[in-house]
């Protein structure tokens, strides 16, 4: 716990990556049961949602950019556990939540070596000194304000997601022949 910008990062990560998946479509089993069908779309399944990236908010499209680099050590790593997993069948809807929580433990992991470097290079500065005994000083105030935020956002966001229902009419589907 020593490094406290890194685990900062991850908190603020953390709340960024739940609030986004709070506010895309609300759970779709369906969907994900007709693509186990065979059924084909330009939409997958992220965390039981669809997910297409054009018709996803910006706040979404920004933390899958800042989460790429964890998203191709992700998919390395499902490459090489490839022969391993295809004898589960979980099926798109379970597998997306699998999935999505891996790419958030991979995530969390590159926010802590982003923090680690970024502290690294601040404590080299002199007038970084200031903002270091700050941030040792509140750090518990903020993670925890952090976390409460977040606990009372995620619910919110997601009330009105649950509102607004399916909200990507564009998408292209096929049914399997």
Same mark, same amino acid.
């Given at each position: 716990?020593?490094?406290?910008?890194?685990?900062?990062?991850?908190?603020?990560?953390?709340a960024?990556? $739940?609030?986004?998946?709070?506010?895309?479509?609300?759970?779709?089993?369906?969907?994900?049961?007709?693509?186990?069908?065979?059924?084909w779309?330009?939409?997958?399944?992220?965390?039981?949602?669809?997910?297409? $990236?054009?018709?996803?908010?910006?706040?979404?499209?920004?933390?899958?950019?800042?989460?790429?680099?964890?998203?191709?050590v992700?998919?390395?790593?499902?490459?090489?556990?490839?022969?391993?997993?295809?004898?589960?069948?979980?099926?798109?809807?379970?597998?997306? *939540?699998?999935?999505?929580?891996?790419?958030?433990?991979?995530?969390?992991?590159?926010?802590?070596?982003?923090?680690?470097?970024?502290?690294?290079?601040?404590?080299?500065?002199?007038?970084?000194?200031?903002?270091?005994?700050?941030?040792?000083? *509140? $750090?518990?105030?903020t993670?925890?304000?952090?976390?409460?935020?977040?606990?009372?956002?995620?619910?919110?966001?997601?009330?009105?997601?649950?509102?607004l229902?399916?909200?990507?009419?564009?998408?292209?589907?096929?049914?399997?022949?």
């Open positions: 716990m020593q490094n406290r910008l890194a685990w900062l990062f991850a908190c603020l990560h953390a960024w990556f $739940f609030l986004a998946i709070a506010n895309m479509s609300p759970p779709s089993p369906a969907f994900a049961d007709f693509l186990d069908k065979g059924g779309s330009t939409a997958t399944i992220f965390a039981g949602r669809p997910f297409h $990236f054009h018709y996803e908010s910006v706040f979404l499209q920004l933390l899958v950019w800042v989460d790429m680099p964890s998203a191709l992700e998919a390395l790593l499902g490459l090489v556990s490839f022969p391993l997993l295809m004898n589960i069948h979980l099926g798109h809807y379970l597998a997306s *939540y699998f999935g999505a929580g891996f790419l958030f433990l991979i995530a969390t992991c590159q926010w802590l070596a982003l923090g680690n470097v970024v502290q690294s290079w601040l404590l080299s500065k002199s007038w970084a000194n200031l903002l270091g005994r700050k941030l040792v000083r *509140y $750090f518990a105030v993670i925890t304000f952090i976390f409460l935020v977040t606990m009372v956002s995620v619910p919110l966001v997601n009330q009105r997601s649950q509102r229902g399916f909200r990507h009419s564009a998408i292209s589907f096929r049914t399997p022949k």
